[in-house]
């Protein structure tokens, strides 16, 4: 937007809502101004254009943590126990035998992982749809506050590509919804060749949005996803887009955005997906022990680089790092 639009949106958020600011900066040398929108310091979302901002309601912009209790109708509260506060878990739930010895004698790989960790994302049904009893299965095999996250199927991201998604939309959901009060995020990760496009982009996430009650994370993997047109929409509609490391873009020195938490504010997901190898190298405890300092309340965290073993202790460390600093808030 011009100079003169910045300005004259500064002066409307500040005269007309004290819990924000907004702070800008230069784009394109000096010809145009990027506003973002500020609380107590942290930045929450693009704003483009005076339109936008007047068009949406306050708290499409922002999330639900710095606004409660006006985040999206239907996301679950976090528990009061700080086991509970921050969901650290592996894509899939397989016990390596070098930490068999932290895990109980007795039980399926599910029961005993989720003794430890309090979340699980599920690879699966991205390949296969899973019945019914399937998902009611796992919800039994694990304790009361253990979510699961479940990612969307390939049909609709990679060979529908957001397009004629209606019925695989509705089976998905109808299944992985079985896992009752156990369903946590929803992850839509999109192939690297699929450039933003809002006129596919905001059908689909409208629609998911309209038949799932809970939180939706996105991964995309195109460049074109990290700009403030996309993560306007993406805060419009209600999705998070993820932080992903290392970074899934072809180039990921022209998206750094990509490693830390976009779209909207109201969950913050983490995929660690293994640097610099990806889905083998484990991650350094200097580098787990900055990031459990880093990690508020509703967080999601969970490790990718399970293909020698290293996710599961990479979480397992992460949640002492997380427990030990709550035992000394």
């Excluded at 145009?32 to 929450?44: A, E, I, R």
């Excluded at 969901?87 to 005993?112: M, N, Q, T």
């Excluded at 993997?221 to 993406?234: C, G, K, M, Q």
Aim: glycine share 6%.
């Amino acid at each position: 937007m011009s100079h003169e639009e910045a300005d004259a949106l500064t002066e409307f958020i500040k005269d007309h809502d004290k819990r924000f600011e907004a702070k800008a900066r230069m784009e394109g040398g000096d010809s145009s101004v990027l506003l973002t929108l500020v609380s107590d310091g942290v930045p929450l979302a693009p704003i483009v254009s005076i339109e936008q901002y007047r068009s949406e309601q306050i708290e499409r912009m922002i999330p639900a943590r710095q606004c409660a209790p006006r985040g999206k109708p239907g996301r679950r509260a976090m528990s009061n126990d700080p086991q509970m506060s921050v969901r650290i878990g592996c894509a899939g739930w397989s016990v390596p035998k070098e930490y068999a010895a932290s895990f109980p004698d007795d039980g399926s790989h599910l029961e005993k992982y989720a003794t430890k960790l309090n979340c699980a994302e599920i690879n699966t049904s991205f390949y296969k749809p899973h019945r019914p009893a399937t998902y009611e299965r796992w919800a039994a095999s694990v304790p009361d506050g253990f979510q699961f996250s479940v990612k969307v199927p390939r049909e609709m991201t990679h060979t529908r590509k957001l397009a004629d998604f209606a019925e695989p939309l509705a089976q998905f959901l109808e299944e992985c919804g079985h896992l009752g009060e156990k369903l946590g995020p929803l992850l839509v990760q999109l192939p690297p060749s699929l450039a933003y496009d809002a006129n596919l982009a905001a059908p689909f996430f409208e629609a998911l949005n309209a038949q799932h009650n809970g939180d939706v994370v996105c991964e995309p993997r195109h460049e074109s996803w990290f700009t403030p047109e996309a993560d306007a929409l993406l805060v419009q509609r209600h999705i998070a887009r993820v932080a992903a490391d290392p970074a899934r873009t072809p180039d990921p020195a022209r998206t750094p955005e990509a490693a830390r938490p976009g779209g909207w504010g109201g969950v913050s997901y983490y995929r660690l997906h293994g640097s610099p190898r990806i889905y083998y190298s484990a991650y350094s405890e200097d580098y787990l022990n900055a990031l459990a300092a880093s990690l508020t309340p509703g967080d999601w965290c969970i490790f990718d680089n399970t293909a020698s073993g290293a996710a599961m202790g990479n979480a397992l460390s992460l949640m002492a790092h997380v427990l030990d600093n709550n035992s000394k808030s």
